[in-house]
């Protein structure tokens, strides 16, 4: 299963930084706190709790899935593209589950370009409350999501010009053009 994943990681039109933040996050190499105590960055073992929730050690797995926050995200990005969705026991699954929503190609791409868009915005959410104390709610994360990856798209995506109240309504119309 992993390997099927690192295999398709690289068919998303999302930026390249992008997808190697995503990469990153599948070998477990963010900057997490988990994994700055581990490597002996972060010295207080007692502060490796999660941001958001403050119940779990933060693990990228765990802030960009797990969280309840997290989950919160996840559910109106795939609102937003109908989808329904069970949260997956790991990050694989749900990038497996993205891949196979659709079986039209221009659809599996604005997919996962979404994917790659959720889990950057989810990571920079963090990173704005560490570093800046600036608490965005799940609704202003999805609207960037929203936002970057109709952009995205349409320097990326092989598709016609969408309009951004378009894209914000119907995505999958938007990729099947």
Not at 91 to 110: D, I, P, Q, T
């Amino acid at each position: 299963m992993e390997a099927s994943v690192f295999e398709k990681i690289w068919m998303s039109p999302a930026p390249s930084k992008i997808i190697a933040f995503s990469w990153q996050l599948l070998y477990d190499r963010l900057p997490s706190k988990s994994n700055l105590y581990r490597r002996g960055v972060m010295l207080d073992a007692g502060n490796q709790d999660c941001m958001w929730c403050a119940a779990n050690l933060e693990s990228g797995t765990h802030l960009l899935l797990h969280c309840d926050f997290a989950q919160t995200v996840w559910r109106e990005v795939c609102k937003w593209l109908h989808l329904d969705i069970i949260i997956p026991p790991n990050l694989f699954v749900l990038f497996l589950w993205f891949y196979g929503a659709s079986s039209n190609k221009k659809v599996r791409k604005g997919f996962l370009l979404i994917w790659h868009s959720t889990l950057w915005f989810l990571w920079k959410a963090r990173n704005v409350r560490i570093f800046k104390n600036v608490i965005k709610v799940p609704r202003e994360i999805v609207e960037e999501i929203k936002v970057m990856s109709w952009r995205w798209s349409v320097h990326r995506l092989k598709i016609s010009p969408c309009l951004l109240y378009e894209w914000m309504q119907l995505p999958r119309y938007c990729f099947r053009r």
